[in-house]
């Protein structure tokens, strides 16, 4: 299993521990995935990786973009826009929790802040950053191994 897809699949597997969906996708297309799968939910929308070689073996840097929406409401007030950012605080630390539990991965950075927008997409939510490392996963025998 390479990095990446053990990344994603710890991603999506933390989602589900939460009852939460979660996708990976654009900016744009979770404009239109948002309009059909009302919150609360956890997307993915940016993903940077950053190989390093530490000796012999290799070091993975992800620098991951999120948004966490809880509710798209018309109208709230501004107390409901605050609960509601209340709310997904709560759903991002439990979700940034489950990532912390993993015994492969090593959280460096960490970064939220607060969304609303009007109408269905995004609504009211967090947009958070992550950096993580890790162990490059990524089998090589192919170009590495004798035989």
């Known amino acids: 299993m390479s990095s990446l897809k053990y990344i994603l699949d710890l991603f ?28 609360p939910f956890i997307a ?3 993903l940077e990786e ?19 929406a809880v509710a798209s409401l018309k109208d709230p007030t501004d107390e409901i826009i605050t609960k509601e950012q209340v709310e997904a605080d709560i759903l991002v630390k439990k979700f940034r929790r489950l ?26 939510g967090k947009g958070f950053t992550m950096s993580l490392e890790m162990a490059d ?11």
Do not use: M
């Open 50 to 68: 950053i190989d390093s070689k530490v000796r012999n073996n290799y070091l993975v840097s992800f620098n991951l973009g999120f948004i966490c």
């Open 137 to 147: 996963l990524n089998d090589y025998c192919g170009i590495d191994c004798d035989g």
């Open 44 to 46: 993915l929308i940016d």
């Open 99 to 124: 990532i912390d539990n993993d015994p492969k991965i090593n959280t460096t950075a960490f970064a939220s802040s607060e969304v609303y927008r009007g109408g269905v997409y995004l609504g009211v």
């Open 12 to 39: 999506e597997k933390s989602a589900d521990s939460l009852k939460v969906p979660y996708i990976k996708t654009t900016p744009k297309r979770l404009q239109h995935w948002a309009e059909k799968n009302k919150p």
